[in-house]
């Protein structure tokens, strides 16, 4: 079994920058993509960024295209996701997911608001 543990979200205002955080359990070698998603209320939820184990691919959803970073620290099972310039639209829960083959292992899911 997976744990993932996620820290990071908050209120912050239009413009400004929040980094979330999800540490597995496990290291994350065992694990061939990470990933964030995010919900809204009233919305399906949707892939924002994911990166693969091996680094030949890390994709965005359009939307976050130059403003989300994703990164990761091997050593301390940690996933990153570095908001910068953030919009009333990035309001959300934000998951974390880490797949092994065809499994996906999923976040507590940390809030995000931001304000106008």
């Known amino acids: 079994q997976v744990q993932l543990v996620e820290s990071g979200g908050g209120l912050v205002q239009a413009g400004g920058s929040l980094r979330l955080s999800c540490t597995a359990s496990r290291s994350i070698f065992s694990f061939n993509a990470m990933g964030w998603y995010r919900q809204a209320p009233g919305k399906q939820r949707e892939l924002v960024a994911i990166i693969n184990s091996g680094y030949s691919s890390i994709n965005y959803v359009d939307s976050v295209l130059g403003r989300f970073t994703i990164s990761r620290d091997n050593a301390k099972n940690t996933v990153y996701l570095q908001m910068n310039s953030l919009k009333p639209e990035d309001t959300a829960v934000y998951y974390c997911?880490?797949?092994?083959?065809?499994?996906?292992?999923w976040g507590q899911g940390t809030q995000v608001t931001v304000s106008s």
């Open positions: 997911m880490f797949r092994v083959r065809s499994y996906d292992y």
